[in-house]
Structure formats: structure tokens, C-alpha cells
């Protein structure tokens, strides 16, 4: 489609207001003529002829002017009837039916930049008025001749046409007034803030700011848009009404041809109800964080409860066992005490000697045992390599009170079915896989009021080792057997807690294994746990024992510390038997003074002593002779040992109560003699 007057604008389509009207012109008067007035004259271009035509309410022709027939190239009988919409160009139609609908619901006469379309086709550019008659039955429409418009797009429509159909509320101010005064408010605004059009005129932009508004914010905007730069900024309003308006708010600087900001157009964006959403959000967020680490806080007491419960189930076996470790030793000391006569008989005195270290040595395992159960998650739970068989062999010491003296005091009989296969080792923290362990052994134990049997087998399936521990007891029902793993299900009432068997579900999911239960009502119960096999299970994490490496081994000179005699006493005479020569010290600064005046090959000695500790003492030593091997005894070596702790000045850490073994395995590690003349 060729133009007719393409001719370059220098205005655009909708400026077509300011185009000087011809003063000749035909002006529509009441009762209008059917067909308007005008000469007959040229097709050429020209703004001086009347081109009017009058539509009835629907848009159809009902009558124009000979000149609006020449200058369209159509005939009089082609134009009235039809639709004036058909003549446009398709592209305004839309602009146009919008503004003679507007015109037809009483709103103020508008003006429109069209392009019509001539008979052979080519656009013919016109800015038509519409005027309504009196009694509303026809539209009166004044052309004029336009100049092509740059574009043909729709935003040609007029700008006031837009912002009264938009939905955001948009404020025009006067940015040469200080407070930015409103000059201009769309029926948007009216909508969202409350305030009619004349209410906001003349008030500053940001007259909907409140106490709750973020005036750093609104000035930070204003500012940046008065410098001539568009800004934006989500910005806490109120309305009329005082109800809270979240807004997202663009400032557009409008400037005049010497480039000075003149106008401020503010778009108004009512996101009140994403904010809504969002702090709802914010604040769900919140509660549920707080939530969560009171979880965490609840479960980690939780599980300590758990221990605690697990534990005192146990006291009165624990309490037993010493009973009956002590009593061997009680009795032979006793008795040797007694009757001095028996002490001549060398080899009666080695026997009882070897019962009394018999049980001592099994107390020192019952008070390291009961430490790895009750130890919290802040000692280093770390993982490492171990044998499930041997963690077997614990608990089942550890419990052995509950299934066997306990029940046989009670006139029942538990037999124990043990079946210990060979497994891989797996990895993992022991003394979790323990608890959980002792708390099946335990509900299995409180399943058999009567007696039964207990059966605790460990197997190897592929690449896992699996343990399980079955019982001959109640059984359980298809409900309590759906929920027993639900933390506080309990069936035992005041007795139970409910989280035994929850705290086991969470052990073997940490350890990436998993947990299988059997049970029937009257037929017993069966769980079991299925871990993993460590990949790289070479290593078995035991300290390797030195005690063959015998050569190049030489008497030492030690110097001992401790504050406690007996303990100075017991360490000395066995240093003594194996060969080599002690000075003991009870007090660390006579200890120190000796050592400046002697040569020693070795210190050992106490940690935690009055006076100086023995990281202090092993300070001053190793400053004077830095080369020097220090052994530090501690009743928490085992601790410090599996955190890793690295002590300075300090060759190694060893625990107390110290065995005669690990005596002579520390003095093989610093070229001592470890054999000697004292009793294995
Ligand atoms: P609690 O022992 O404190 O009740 P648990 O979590 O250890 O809590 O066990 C939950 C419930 O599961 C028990 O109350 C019991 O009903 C059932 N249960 C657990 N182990 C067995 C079992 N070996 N035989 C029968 N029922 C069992
Ligand atoms: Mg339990």
C-alpha cells in the first residue's frame, strides 16, 4: 500500500490536536443535515475542504461530503450504508471503535490520527474529531488532512486514552514545584489509593506515605528521578481508608526540549497482594526455622533421655557386676591379711594374685564400657572401622545382667542362642551401633515376662554384615508393629518411652544401613540390621602390638611423676622388675629440680597434679631438652587418644589405670627393656 502524503512527520499521529484548523470549516450545529454541507472540489491533498461525514450510533455512513467522496476516491452511493470502521485502515479500527464508544457513553470528545483507505488502495492520513449530536442518534466526524505518521503502530492512540483505561494508577507532577505537585491523575489512581481526581490534584507525589514508609527509600527515587533518570522501588503506601498499599512505584522523568525535568510521571503498580503472599511467606519461613532448631534441640535430648533410660535399666546389673568383681578381690586380700603364713607359699599367692587382676582388669572394662555408652555426641562420636561381632559381645556383656540374673531372681529362664559368624567390618561411630544394639536386646527382654529365648546372630550377606536379634516373646500386633518406630509408641506404658526403637531407626539410617522387622502375636519378634560393608577393610584399627620388637632394647633411667603414692608405688616396682632404675616424685617441683641435676632417658607422668600439671612440667623439661620422650597418664587417655588431640611437648598420652602390657609396650617404644624379672 502506497502512502498519498508521505511526506516525513515531525509530529506524532496523536498530536494531531495542535494541527491549526482551517477556520472555513464546516462546524457541526444542532439538528445536523443528513449530508453535511461542502463543495465539490479536487481529489489533490488539501486542508482546506470540508471533509465531514455523520455516522449513526452503530458506525455506518449516513452521510459525508462531496469532498470527503474525492478525497477517498469512493462514491457517495459506496459510502452511506456501509460501516465508516471498513474504510479505516485494519490497524486503527480498534482505536477508532474505543473512541466512538467512549463519545457514545458521554465522555468528552476525543481526537484520532487514522489512516482511511482510498478506492485504489493507498492511505489517505486524517485527524478525525467526533462530535455527538444532541439527542445521541448520530456522531458527527471532522477530518483533516494529515501528514504521514512516522509509524503506523497503535500507539498512535492517544496518551490520555491510555492512561484512562490502564489499571495502575498514574500521577503526573510538576517537577519544578519543590513538593513535586500533582498536575495530573488517571481514574487508576483513584481506584487504588481512595482519593478521587480532585482530591489528589495539587497535593505532593508522595502524599500516600506513611509512618510505616520507607522514607529513605522514596526520597532515594524521587531524587534520582528529578536528576532526570528513571527509578523504581517497591514502596509501603496508605490509602484513603488507611488500609496498608504495597506499591511498585516507576518514576519517569519527562524533559522539555532544553532538557530540564518538567514532568514526573509516576506509575503506581499495586503488588499489595504479592506482598501479602511474600510476608506470609517470610514469616512461615521463620516459624519453621525455629521450629527446626528446636527439633534439633528437642531430638539430641532426646536421644541423651533415651541413654539415660537405657542406662538406669542397666544400673542394678552394672551395680551387680562390680559386686561380683570386687569380691575376689576383697576376699583374697582378706585373706592373705589374715593368715601371714599363707604369703610363704609363693605359688598359692601368684594364683590369688592372678584372680584379684582377673577382676580388676574386667572393672576397668566395665567403667570403659559404661563410659563409650553414656559419652555425649560432643566426645568425638567419630567413625571409624570395627567389627559388629565384637560390638555384639559388648552389649551382650552390658545387658547380661537384665536377660540372665535378673530373670533368674525372677524365677524365669532366658537362654541366650548365640551364633557369632564372621562379618566384614563396617564403618561407622561403635558406641551409637551399641545403643542401638542394647535397645533391641532390651525390648526383647521386656517381650518375655515369662522366659524364652534370646538369639543374637551376626551373618555376612554379599557386601553387608548383618546382625539379629530375635526373641521368643509376645510378638506384636499389625498396629503396634506400623508404629513402633514412631518416636513416644509405646505399649508399655509408664515403663517405656516410646523412642527406644526411633533412636535405632536413626542410628542405622546414619550408618546407610537398614532395619527389618518380623513379628506376629504370640510368635516372637525378629529384627535385623543390615550395614554395610567398609570397602577398604584391610586395617582392623588396633593398635598394633610392639611387644616382639625386642632388639637393641637397654635399661632406662625414668623419672616418674604422680601425686597419688600407691600409684607412684605399683608403677615403680614394676619399672624396677623390668630393669630399669626409677626416681619417683610425688610433687612436680621437686621433680623438675631433679631433673636438672640428672640425665633421664624417660618422663612419665600425671596430668592433672597440685602445683604444676603435667603439660606445664613437660614444658619446662622439654625446654631444657627438647629432645626428650614425655608419657602423659591420664585418666581420660582414652578421650584425648580417639579425639586426636595433639598435646604439645608430649610423646604420647597413655590411660589410666595402667595395665603391666601396656607398660611394656610404651617402654619397647622408647628402646627400653621390656622383659625383666617381674611376674607376666
Ligand atoms: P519402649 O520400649 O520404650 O516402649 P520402643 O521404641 O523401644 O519404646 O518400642 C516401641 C514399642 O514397640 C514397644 O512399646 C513395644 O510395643 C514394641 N516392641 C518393641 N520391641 C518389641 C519386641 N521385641 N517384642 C514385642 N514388641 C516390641
Ligand atoms: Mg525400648
Known sequence: MSSRNDKPRTQSAHTTADTPRDSGRTRPTPGWPSTPPGASGAKETSSRRSLVA?????????????????????????????????????????????????????????????????????????????????????????????????????????????????????????????????????????????????????????????????????????????????????????????????????????????????????????????????????????????????????????????????????????????NNLLSPILGFTELLLTFPPMMEDTAKVTTYLRKIRTAATDGAAVVSRLREFYRTREEAEQAEEFAPTHAVEEILELTRHRWRNEAQGAGLEIALDLDLQPTPLVMGVVAEVRQALTNLVLNAIDAMPEGGRLGVRTYTVGAWACIQITDTGTGMTPETRMRCFEPFFTTKGKAGTGLGLAIVFGIIERHRGRIELESEPGHGTKFTIWLPACLDGSSTGLVQNSGSRHANVRPLRILLVDDEDLFLEVVSENLLGMGHSVDCFTDPTLALESFYKQRYDLVVTDRAMPGMTGDQLAARVREYQPSIPIVLLTGFGNIIRQSGEQLPNISEVLPKPLSQQVLREMLVRYGGSASGAACA
Open 54 to 322: 455523520v455516522l449513526d450510533p452503530a458506525g455506518r455512513l449516513t452521510g459525508c461530503t462531496s469532498e470527503l467522496e474525492h478525497t477517498l476516491g469512493r462514491s457517495r452511493h459506496s459510502l452511506v450504508g456501509s460501516g465508516f470502521a471498513d474504510i479505516v485502515r485494519p490497524e486503527d479500527r480498534s482505536a477508532l471503535q474505543l473512541a466512538l464508544r467512549r463519545l457514545l457513553a458521554g465522555q468528552p470528545p476525543a481526537e484520532l490520527a487514522v489512516g482511511l483507505v482510498h478506492a485504489d488502495a493507498s492511505t489517505v492520513w486524517m485527524s478525525l474529531s467526533f462530535s455527538l449530536s444532541p439527542e445521541k442518534t448520530s456522531v458527527l466526524l471532522d477530518a483533516t488532512l494529515t501528514e504521514a505518521p512516522m509509524t503506523n503502530a497503535p500507539e498512535s492512540v492517544p496518551a490520555h486514552l491510555v492512561l484512562n483505561e490502564i489499571d495502575e494508577g498514574v500521577l503526573i507532577a510538576d517537577a519544578t514545584s519543590d513538593d513535586l505537585l500533582v498536575i495530573d491523575a488517571n481514574p487508576g489512581f483513584a481506584q487504588l489509593s481512595g482519593f478521587s481526581r480532585a482530591e489528589t490534584l495539587g497535593r505532593p507525589l508522595h502524599f500516600l506515605a506513611d509512618g510505616n514508609t520507607d522514607r529513605a527509600l522514596l526520597d532515594s527515587v524521587l531524587t534520582t528521578a528529578r536528576s532526570g533518570t528513571r527509578a523504581s522501588a517497591e514502596i509501603g503506601l496508605s490509602r484513603k481508608d488507611g488500609s496498608p498499599l504495597w506499591i511498585r512505584l516507576t518514576l519517569v522523568p519527562i524533559e522539555d526540549q532544553a532538557g530540564r525535568v518538567t514532568r514526573i510521571l509516576a506509575i503506581h503498580l499495586d503488588v499489595s497482594e504479592r506482598r501479602i503472599v511474600f510476608d506470609a511467606l517470610r514469616e512461615k519461613h521463620h516459624a519453621l526455622t525455629e521450629a527446626l532448631e528446636s527439633l534439633q534441640k528437642t531430638k539430641e535430648a532426646i536421644v541423651q533421655r533415651e541413654r539415660m533410660h537405657a542406662l538406669g535399666k542397666m544400673a542394678s546389673g552394672i551395680v551387680h557386676d562390680f
